[in-house]
């Protein structure tokens, strides 16, 4: 689980500059039934981590994406860092899916996208930013069959491309298109899930589609190529990333467990980083690719641990709040641009959504 002109000079050459040093270095409904309401338990002993309280039942709404938060479901982290307390997975297709899950309160944590958690929190709903998991690179890009004579963004007039409205990958194919002066009015872009990209593909309803891992490796095994990534649209000042949302509710009531969760994802980070084949083995199933197209997927990204987090381009500290919220608010302003969005709030919306609190000492 950003992107837009700038409209500030000083803005625009801080962003370019992050983009520059990140790149160095894509919800629906649950697949499963809605868990029960989360209540509070007994003071509950977390891993050797102090008694504190605890819910009975953790619910997690994840998303298919080669990251931190992917190892450590394959590798059962959370189970373990959180013995007596129930963890429910909750598999989503798009983050515009989990913030309709975080808005009924049917899940705890969410993953999103910059565009849906740029919207969500312009949209007053209840999350807060509690983990930025990675900087979109390769992952995401626009594949063209090989046989539609799409050579570059200019050859798209006329044609049929699919993408999730409201995802990252929608969001870097009109900045795409806005930095290369081509009015989208031209071609005809479809609204689709990302696992239902490739049937479509291969019935030959779509000329391409802007996607991500690892349905981009499925359409580039079958006859596809890249026009465009993502890291490249990202050089241009539209960068984009997937971050972890938390119910405010939830970690108003249990902050020890969202701590917790922390150090669950910093695990999974690590292992994602120290042992690359070992952790392309545990995502290749996840994934539904190969151990060498999961590694591949891997290096397309820019993968941030818990130390990462309180950096002053990130979540920065409560006294200073990183330029992550200011990256989320040009995000909203380019999704009103788009008419995806009504109007965007003022910059310290998007700071009070950063729970930068919870990494003080």
Same mark, same amino acid.
């Given at each position: 689980?950003?992107?837009?002109?700038?409209?500030?000079?000083?803005?625009?050459?801080?962003?370019?500059?992050?983009?520059?040093?990140?790149?160095?270095?894509?919800?629906?409904?649950?697949?499963?039934?809605?868990?029960?309401?989360?209540?509070?338990?007994?003071?509950?002993?977390?891993?050797?981590?102090?008694?504190?309280?605890?819910?009975?039942?953790?619910?997690?709404?994840?998303?298919?994406?080669?990251?931190?938060?992917?190892?450590?479901?394959?590798?059962?982290?959370?189970?373990?860092?959180?013995?007596?307390?129930?963890?429910?997975?909750?598999?989503?297709?798009?983050?515009?899916?989990?913030?309709?899950?975080?808005?009924?309160?049917?899940?705890?944590?969410?993953?999103?996208?910059? #565009?849906?958690?740029?919207?969500?929190?312009?949209?007053?709903?209840?999350?807060?930013?509690?983990?930025?998991?990675?900087?979109?690179?390769?992952?995401?890009?626009?594949?063209?069959?090989?046989?539609?004579?799409?050579?570059?963004?200019?050859?798209?007039?006329?044609?049929?491309?699919?993408?999730?409205?409201?995802?990252?990958?929608?969001?870097?194919?009109?900045?795409?298109?806005?930095?290369?002066?081509?009015?989208?009015?031209?071609?005809?872009?479809?609204?689709?899930?990302?696992?239902?990209?490739?049937?479509?593909?291969?019935?030959?309803?779509?000329?391409?589609?802007?996607?991500?891992?690892?349905?981009?490796?499925?359409?580039?095994?079958?006859?596809?190529?890249?026009?465009?990534?993502?890291?490249?649209?990202?050089?241009?000042?539209?960068?984009?990333?997937?971050?972890?949302?938390?119910?405010?509710?939830?970690?108003?009531?249990?902050?020890?467990?969202?701590?917790?969760?922390?150090?669950?994802?910093?695990?999974?980070?690590?292992?994602?980083?120290?042992?690359?084949?070992?952790?392309?083995?545990?995502?290749?199933?996840?994934?539904?690719?190969?151990?060498?197209?999961?590694?591949?997927?891997?290096?397309?990204?820019?993968?941030?641990?818990?130390?990462?987090?309180?950096?002053?381009?990130?979540?920065?500290? #409560?006294?200073?709040?990183?330029?992550?919220?200011?990256?989320?608010?040009?995000?909203?302003?380019?999704?009103?641009?788009?008419?995806?969005?009504?109007?965007? #709030?003022?910059?310290?919306?998007?700071?009070?959504?950063?729970?930068?609190?919870?990494?003080?000492?």
């Amino acid at each position: 689980m950003n992107h837009f002109p700038l409209k500030s000079s000083r803005l625009a050459s801080a962003f370019l500059l992050l983009a520059i040093m990140l790149l160095a270095v894509g919800c629906g409904k649950p697949a499963n039934e809605q868990a029960s309401q989360n209540e509070a338990s007994s003071p509950t002993s977390a891993n050797g981590s102090g008694s504190s309280e605890l819910p009975k039942e953790i619910r997690i709404g994840y998303q298919v994406s080669p990251n931190g938060e992917l190892v450590a479901k394959a590798l059962g982290l959370a189970e373990k860092k959180f013995p007596g307390v129930k963890i429910s997975w909750l598999k989503f297709d798009s983050g515009r899916d989990v913030n309709t899950a975080m808005a009924s309160g049917s899940i705890d944590f969410g993953l999103v996208g910059t #565009p849906p958690g740029a919207s969500g929190i312009a949209q007053g709903l209840p999350n807060k930013i509690y983990y930025i998991h990675d900087v979109i690179g390769e992952s995401e890009a626009l594949v063209v069959q090989g046989s539609s004579g799409i050579q570059s963004l200019q050859d798209l007039q006329g044609k049929t491309i699919a993408t999730t409205f409201g995802s990252t990958s929608h969001f870097s194919l009109l900045s795409a298109l806005k930095q290369a002066n081509i009015d989208p009015a031209g071609i005809k872009i479809i609204d689709m899930q990302a696992p239902d990209l490739l049937a479509a593909w291969q019935r030959g309803d779509i000329d391409g589609a802007y996607t991500w891992q690892p349905v981009q490796s499925k359409l580039l095994a079958e006859s596809g190529k890249v026009i465009i990534t993502s890291r490249e649209v990202a050089e241009k000042g539209a960068l984009t990333g997937e971050f972890g949302v938390v119910h405010d509710d939830f970690a108003a009531k249990y902050p020890q467990a969202v701590k917790l969760y922390i150090e669950v994802l910093d695990e999974g980070t690590k292992y994602y980083r120290d042992h690359p084949q070992e952790a392309a083995e545990a995502l290749s199933k996840e994934l539904g690719l190969s151990v060498e197209e999961t590694l591949k997927a891997m290096n397309e990204i820019t993968v941030l641990d818990a130390a990462a987090q309180t950096d002053p381009k990130y979540l920065g500290s #409560p006294d200073q709040p990183g330029q992550f919220a200011a990256l989320l608010k040009q995000t909203a302003d380019f999704l009103v641009e788009q008419q995806s969005l009504k109007s965007a #709030p003022g910059l310290d919306v998007f700071q009070k959504a950063l729970l930068n609190d919870l990494y003080t000492k």
